[in-house]
């Protein structure tokens, strides 16, 4: 092969190699979103319809709450044999376990049918889809990232955080045609079941993807393998861990409020329509991914650190009126608020990928990066749409939630920008 044949070569693998990421990530956070939604709607009557339905929503989103609790565990066993054995065989597994999860929960009796083993199958089920998402992220990242030209991997990166809007956009659509094409008692009954046994259709198609493309040639270049990978990189960089973890706390703690709790806040609290609310979600979710692109792009230019802090600035100033547009009860203003909400915060999501993997040499990359990913979500959207439903019906009040929402929003800015910017630095 001649040296001009090579790079070219390498550059259709970088791109084979990203879409793949972009379409596995879609189908696993389209695994981890319908959950959310389910949660939000329908697991309190089918799971815990012996409480009162406050407490039911509460123990809906606590089972939501320890999908997260789970992915730590995931991030640092994959995270461990993706530094020792390779990237690409962790991507495989990672989507097999969401893939399991997600179809036996759309087969699970309801409490009505088995007793107090249909909501303690339902908590088994959720652990084993944190576990596989755990490991999921940080694998899909250094895949695209490890293959991208040095001045392009801001943009390739981003291919794995298109993945989470077009995720959200896929589980909000397929909810949206089955409550559309079903009566409320219907979806309450069985029709739910859909959108979770529709999950084994895209793993099918995902494993397909991933199992044609290479491992990562710098993994492949490593010399080597460290032993306990995950250890090495909390001794030795144990504050950027933190500090990265810290910066996606208000992203994701917010994200969460928006995609999961807003559900449930809307079609409760302020009487709007299911499919209204998910038809809005699904417009704001694609401004999210338009976003995702044009800042991932723009951090191979200017840099990630600069274009994430913007974008923790502005996320952290329309806390201040996001809920208060909501109340209103205004689709048209409500669309805004959301539309802006996850606009704003792909300028954070679309660099992060990059930004993450080279935080971290080789030998702890997937380690690193899966665990100060999966660290941020536990302190933010684990317990997020939790936090938010025990604090609204504490205060009975919105601003409560603004608050929360706003304090979340300060700590990733602070933490941000005690990050180095990283852009520039060889892999």
Known sequence: MTSATQPK????????????SAIGTTIEWYDFFIYGTAAALVFAPQFFPQVSELTGTLASFATFAIGFIARPLGGIVMGHFGDRIGRKS??????????VGTVVIGLLPTYAQIGVWAPILLVLMRCVQGFGLGGEWGGAVLMSVEHAPDKRRGFFGGFVAFGLPTGIVLSNLVFLIVTSVTTPSEFTDWAWRIPFLFGAVLVVVGLFIRLRIAESPVFERLEQHRRVPVIDVLRTDLRKVLLAAGSYLGMGGIGYIVIVYFVSYA????????PTVLTMLIFASAVFAIGVVFFARMSDRIGRRKVMVWGCAAHAAWALVFFPLVDTKSIPLIAIALIL??????????????????????GMRYSGASLSLTLGVILGGAVTPLVATALY????????????????ALISLGCQLALKETYEKAL
């Open 341 to 362: 909400m996850l606009g704003l915060q792909s300028a954070y999501i679309g660099p992060q990928p990059a930004m993450f993997a080279e935080l971290f040499p080789t």
């Open 90 to 99: 962790m991507l495989v597994w990672s989507l097999m376990l969401m893939g």
């Open 393 to 408: 019906g504490a205060t009975g009040s919105s601003w409560s939630l603004t608050a929360y929402a706003f304090l979340m």
């Open 9 to 20: 070569s390498m550059n259709r693998e970088a791109k084979r190699v990203a879409v793949a």
């Open 267 to 274: 079609n409760r609290q302020l009487g709007i329509a299911t």
